[in-house]
């Protein structure tokens, strides 16, 4: 079976911290992806790597920024939190073929006070 | 770009019973896949069914299945002989053909009412 796991479940920080949120899979997937979980506007794209070192800004990667250095572990980075990036934060990997099952990590829940 | 919208925020159906989530998407394209979604309360989100644009048979996984329409661009998911084990958020997501992303509706709160 895929894991796909995520360092924290909850995180409380305080407004101007530097967070990062851990990420890593063990199925030797390509594609590895960060999503932001909010009510009413699903999930939405921050940020995907397709490769070590390799990036792509997502559709709201205003405020965060990535790292991947590994192939397993993608990690998601808020320079300077702020209360607006309180959310549900998902990460994902899949392999690179065409149909290929995207997996999903359980998720972190973040709180910026 | 494309979009996917899920234009029913909450759903409920009782045990047993049928129920039918709907998903509409925007593109251009005539190569892509689409995918439902399930989120259960606290826990990992979890493919439920797959479809290639491609394929004129709608997709069925046990009891659930979809009824896609590529004229229509529209995308729904049955659930038959719905079950308490059911209840979940549903998301519809699009993927392109060349694309390794996905892009998401905005979900639908399935209950099962006992």
């Known amino acids: 079976d895929v894991k796909v796991t995520q360092s924290s479940r909850y995180l409380v920080k305080r407004t101007g911290e530097k967070v990062f949120l851990e990420c890593v899979q063990d199925m030797d997937h390509e594609n590895m992806f960060w999503y932001r979980q909010d009510p009413g506007l699903g999930l939405r794209l921050i940020y995907f790597s397709y490769d070590v070192k390799m990036k792509e800004k997502g559709d709201i990667p205003e405020g965060y920024s990535v790292s991947r250095e590994k192939k397993e572990r993608f990690s998601l980075i808020l320079e300077s939190a702020s209360t607006n990036q309180t959310s549900m934060y998902l990460c994902a990997s899949r392999k690179g073929g065409l149909t290929d099952t995207q997996y999903f990590g359980p998720g972190t829940r973040l709180t910026v006070l | 770009a494309q979009t996917v919208t899920q234009s029913q925020p909450e759903m409920s159906v009782q045990e047993a019973e049928t129920v039918t989530l709907s998903c509409t998407y925007d593109t251009s394209e005539s190569d892509y896949y689409l995918f439902w979604y399930k989120q259960p309360p606290s826990r990992q989100m979890i493919l439920v069914i797959r479809?290639?644009?491609?394929?004129?048979q709608n997709a069925t996984e046990n009891r659930f299945s979809v009824n896609f329409q590529k004229a229509a661009k529209s995308f729904s998911l049955k659930i038959s002989d719905s079950q308490l084990g059911d209840a979940a958020m549903y998301f519809c997501a699009y993927k392109s053909q060349g694309a390794q992303k996905l892009v998401f509706g905005q979900g639908t709160r399935l209950t099962i009412n006992p």
């Open positions: 479809q290639e644009a491609y394929k004129q």
